[in-house]
């Protein structure tokens, strides 16, 4: 039987996108075809599923434009396509909504800020539990079945990203063995800051062991590690499906509460995880490799975290 489409809205921030690689891949698996629409780092992101993933424009008219660009190919492929549910979305928003009615799409999403007549089927969301399963649930909802969440995300890479991963890390002279440091955070949780005071002194510690230490900064973040973290080998400018082939090759990866964490467990490196305000319960990453270092209110110290990286590269 040919894959029937199905138009997804993705969120708009890495972490949230990988949390819902379960549920597209749940979707893929029921014989549905997802063609996703995000942020401008999604294709990138998630090449190695294969999936289409269209780059989501700045306005809303074309916005509007590019979802009928798509309902109307989707229409090619299947002649039942507008007679069924063909569409989730699940960022929460009241935007996210109204493109989709706007476009003639009959959207599936949770029901939050009063725009369920905007959808063909409104939800309401479960809150509490981890993020991903709240992805995971709609998507179970949307198929109308109920099952449990996988215990690893497993997402693919790409073999040309693997191999310019493996190319990036042999002409920066990493050695096997390599820990990948992490030491940024985007925005805040709670009003509070999500960046380990203490990681410039961890990643001095950690360079003592003799292993090669390497960070991947984002855009604007070079300074953080030629800054605080001298010794560090810093690969910069790696794009996100790289950055997962390059995270496969790790010992280890340390870091704060961000993307590239979620990343790293989602390609089955082990993780080790260093929290402040963030609730584990609900923006861990998720693997069956990741270890959770937090006691809060206060932050763990150096060597509290320097046990905890010893005993897992001591496996």
Not at 89 to 95: A, D, E, K, L, Y
Not at 217 to 222: A, I, K, L, R
């Amino acid at each position: 039987m040919t894959p029937r489409p199905l138009i997804v809205r993705l969120r708009n921030w890495v972490g949230d996108v990988i949390l819902g690689v379960p549920a597209l891949q749940l979707l893929e698996a029921h014989g549905h075809a997802p063609v996703l629409v995000g942020k401008g780092w999604a294709p990138a992101l998630l090449a190695g599923q294969g999936w289409p993933v269209h780059v989501r424009p700045a306005k809303l008219g074309a916005r509007v434009a590019q979802l009928r660009e798509l309902r109307q190919a989707a229409r090619t492929i299947d002649p039942g396509f507008d007679r069924r549910e063909n569409a989730v979305v699940f960022p929460t928003s009241f935007s996210g909504a109204l493109e989709m009615r706007l476009a003639g799409l009959k959207a599936v999403g949770y029901a939050q800020e009063a725009r369920g007549f905007l959808l063909s089927r409104s939800e309401p969301i479960t809150y509490g539990g981890h993020a991903l399963t709240s992805y995971w649930e709609l998507a179970c909802r949307f198929l109308n079945i109920d099952a449990s969440p996988p215990p690893s995300i497993a997402l693919k890479t790409r073999p040309a990203d693997q191999a310019e991963a493996d190319a990036r890390l042999a002409s920066a002279g990493v050695r096997p063995g390599f820990v990948v440091i992490c030491p940024f955070a985007g925005g805040q949780f709670e009003k509070q800051d999500k960046t380990w005071p203490s990681f410039a002194a961890y990643t001095q510690a950690l360079l003592q062991t003799g292993r090669d230490v390497v960070a991947c900064p984002g855009p604007g973040e070079d300074t953080i590690i030629t800054g605080a973290h001298p010794g560090v080998k810093l690969l910069a400018g790696v794009k996100l499906g790289v950055y997962g082939g390059l995270l496969r090759r790790a010992a280890l990866v340390v870091s704060n509460d961000t993307g590239p964490a979620h990343l790293a467990a989602a390609v089955g490196v082990p993780v080790l995880s260093v929290l402040g305000p963030t609730k584990p319960e609900q923006w861990a990453p998720w693997g069956t490799d990741v270890t959770i270092a937090r006691c809060w209110p206060e932050w763990p110290t150096v060597d509290e975290v320097m046990t905890r990286t010893e005993a897992l590269l001591s496996r």
